[in-house]
């Protein structure tokens, strides 16, 4: 297990951005299977995001353009980056750590943060 932290969520207009950071204990990103998933009230938690180990990234089709991925190696920090925000983009946005199995953002991941809130009016 890994101790992850969110920040960076907030309140913005429609057409606003956001960079949501994911602080990893210990561990160099890029070493890790990372996933960022967002639940919104009612509704199933989703993934959004992927990066295989070794960095190469994923992002699903419909936020494909609007949300990237990127680290810094230096600090432990992975950044979701959230462009163009609609309303339907409002939810509680968490990153995690998947440690056996595949990297996908499917299965089960081990470790999670805490989550950081993102609405979007």
């Known amino acids: 297990h890994v101790q992850l932290v969110e920040s960076g969520g907030g309140s913005v207009q429609a057409e606003g951005s956001l960079r949501l950071s994911c602080a990893i204990a210990?561990?160099?990103?890029?070493?890790?299977?990372m996933g960022w998933f967002r639940q919104a009230p009612g509704k199933e938690r989703e993934g959004v995001a992927l990066?295989?180990?070794?960095?190469?990234?994923y992002i699903i089709d419909s936020v494909k353009g609007r949300f990237s991925l990127s680290n810094d190696n230096d600090r432990n920090t992975m950044y979701l980056q959230v462009n163009s925000l609609k309303p339907e983009d409002t939810a509680m946005y968490y990153c995690?750590?998947?440690?056996?199995?595949?990297?996908?953002?499917?299965?089960?991941?081990?470790?999670w943060g805490q989550g950081t809130q993102v609405t979007v009016s």
């Open positions: 990066q295989l180990v070794g960095g190469t990234t």
């Open positions: 210990g561990y160099d990103p890029i070493y890790l299977c």
């Open positions: 995690a750590a998947k440690f056996t199995g595949a990297c996908a953002l499917t299965g089960v991941y081990n470790s």
